[in-house]
């Protein structure tokens, strides 16, 4: 399995810091790998489990930060371990971007998008699909906040 980070070049370097960390790692592999998706020992695994240091896309005036799991098998697992581990997931990236922006000292807003993609179909919201996400947020150094780009 691999976690992958993007951010928007330009953001802030504490959230390029936060989503490159030791910390975050360890997180999303103990936590989302290991305890919600039951791979065994993923920290001493690093060609099966890893994750890797985070991509840029282009800035086009506002800050985004998408991440990822991928090359997950479905094998035996649970629909309710996929959504564990991406409600999992999620609150961990969300809350290393709400610290690194209170960390900056930044004014910034930045939207947050998850997602895991599983190599067969787990069911989801009444349906089935390899790709499970979660509605992408806004945050900022106060937590998450509204988002106002629906009406645009």
Do not use: H
């Amino acid at each position: 399995m691999k976690f992958k980070g993007v951010i928007t070049n330009g953001a802030p370097s504490e959230i390029i810091d936060a989503l490159r960390s030791e910390a975050l790692a360890r997180s999303i592999l103990d936590e989302v790998m290991g305890k919600c998706l039951g791979a065994v020992n993923p920290t001493g695994r690093p060609g099966e489990y890893y994750v890797q240091m985070p991509d840029f896309t282009v800035n086009l005036g506002s800050i985004g930060v998408e991440v990822r799991l991928t090359g997950v098998s479905r094998g035996s697992r649970t629909p309710e371990q996929f959504e564990r581990a991406l409600t999992t997931m999620n609150t961990i990236v969300v809350d290393a971007v709400i610290a690194a922006l209170r960390e900056a000292v930044s004014k910034e807003k930045v939207q947050v998008f998850t997602c895991i993609m599983v190599d067969g179909d787990v069911p989801a919201n009444e349906q089935y699909s390899s790709i499970l996400e979660l509605p992408a947020v806004w945050v900022s150094a106060e937590g998450i906040v509204p988002d106002d780009t629906q009406s645009e």
